[in-house]
């Protein structure tokens, strides 16, 4: 069974995540958004048929929009399906608007999409503002990890004396 929605109690489905996000960016603020779907859409997303590596959301004009979300073609659709990784419109209020826009262009942030889910029956987007790393960044963390593993090492030795 689903779990629950914490703070609404509805059943939160998930659908897919964007695993490759937390890797390449530093995530700081998150937000639940919805989104603007065909009816094929939903069918295929209801069949977990959704790719969200290497898409983003921009804004253009007052909107924010996702960019380069895969979602599998639904077969039986036939000619009304939808095209694969059509733009798609996210649903904000207009004061989430200008704050996100802000942070997105003062201060550098790019708007990823970090995981797709069902919160009862509506498709919800959670976007999240991250800040690229560097491949130094990755560097450290692994020397991070090397000293962390020593150092269990020379504990674990400690104790079995």
């Known amino acids: 069974m689903a779990p629950k929605d914490p703070k609404s109690k509805t059943l939160v489905k998930p659908i897919a995540r964007n695993a490759k996000a937390t890797v390449r960016y530093e995530l700081e603020e998150h937000l639940e958004v919805g989104i603007v779907l065909t009816g094929s859409e939903v069918k295929s997303l209801r069949m977990g048929r959704c790719d969200l590596e290497g898409s983003f ?15 599998a073609p639904y077969e039986q659709a036939g000619t009304f399906g939808h095209e694969p990784k059509r733009t798609r419109k996210l649903l904000l209020h207009a004061a989430q608007i ?10 550098g942030l790019t708007i990823v999409p970090v995981r797709v889910y069902f919160k009862g029956s509506h498709v919800k987007v959670e976007v999240a503002l991250g800040k690229g790393k560097k491949t130094s960044d990755d560097r450290e963390k692994i020397k991070r990890e090397v000293e962390m593993k020593e150092a269990r090492a020379a504990v674990d030795a400690v104790r079995r004396r």
Not at 57 to 71: T, V, Y
Not at 98 to 105: D, L, N, P, S, V
Request: glycine share 8%; proline share 0%; hydrophobic share 50%.
């Open 98 to 107: 200008e704050k996100w826009r802000g942070r997105a262009t003062i201060r």
């Open 57 to 71: 959301a921009l804004f253009e004009g007052n909107e924010l929009f996702l960019k380069n979300a895969f979602i």
